[in-house]
């Protein structure tokens, strides 16, 4: 079965300021990850994703994430971090069936 | 609009009332899932369909039934709610062969007294 770790339950960071959120997975073979963001009130919407190829891929809102297989590892990053990222993020990984685990979340907090 | 949507957004509701929460989806979508979302759990899997007239359990199912008659539409009903139910549910659905991509509608807000 697979599972994903989110380590940072809370995180405050200054705007302007550079982002990463942590996500570890569990899965035996290659994963299908992804990042969703979620504001107030809302649905999630997907950041990004990766199936193959490139470890380093791109998202919406400036976000991008790398893929290290050799740490399970598959971080989100944002060089400038703006007020309106305030939100939670939440990892999910997939595997050779069409279902999702998600990690609990991490709350980002943008302070002026 | 083309989308996924939920109803009701909101609910409000007492211990061992039957609840119905609809998902609509206009894309055709083969997959569709619910989820429950509370705090410091992410979200959990309550039941999923491959395909009209396939459903399944997820990770957590006790409590709830679904249905699945039409592609497009996926209700999750409580039986008999109860307070341990009071949670924010997501509905999604994914096209075959999307690696997995979920699309998700807006949440209900659901509270049992």
């Known amino acids: 079965a697979q599972s994903v770790t989110q380590p940072d339950i809370h995180i405050t960071v200054s705007e302007g300021a550079s982002l990463e959120l942590r996500c570890n997975y569990s899965?035996?073979?290659?994963?299908?990850l992804f990042w969703y963001v979620q504001s107030p009130g809302q649905g999630l919407q997907l950041l990004l994703k990766?199936?193959?190829?490139?470890?380093l891929v791109q998202g919406i809102k400036g976000f991008e994430a790398e893929f290290k297989r050799s740490q399970s590892s598959f971080n989100l990053r944002k060089p400038s971090v703006h007020w309106s990222d305030a939100a939670e993020y939440f990892c999910?990984?997939?595997?050779?069936?069409?279902?999702?685990?998600f990690g609990a979340g991490t709350t980002v907090t943008v302070r002026a | 609009d083309a989308g996924i949507t939920q109803s009701p957004r909101y609910k409000i509701t007492e211990t061992g009332r039957q609840v119905t929460l609809m998902c609509h989806q206009t894309?055709?979508?083969?997959?569709m899932f619910w989820y429950r979302q509370d705090l410091g759990h992410g979200l959990r899997l309550i039941y999923y369909?491959?395909?009209?007239?396939?459903?399944d359990k997820g990770e957590v199912p006790d409590g709830y039934v679904v249905s699945r008659s039409k592609t497009e539409n996926f209700p999750l009903t409580l039986e008999s709610a109860t307070r341990s139910q009071t949670s924010v549910y997501f509905c999604?659905?994914?096209?075959?062969?999307?690696?997995?991509?979920?699309?998700f509608g807006p949440g209900t807000r659901l509270t049992v007294l």
């Open positions: 999604a659905s994914s096209p075959l062969r999307a690696h997995n991509e979920q699309f």
């Open positions: 899965y035996g073979a290659t994963p299908y």
């Open positions: 990766y199936f193959s190829g490139d470890t």
């Open positions: 999910a990984v997939g595997g050779h069936d069409y279902k999702l685990s």
């Open positions: 894309w055709s979508h083969s997959y």
């Open positions: 369909s491959a395909a009209a007239d396939i459903t």
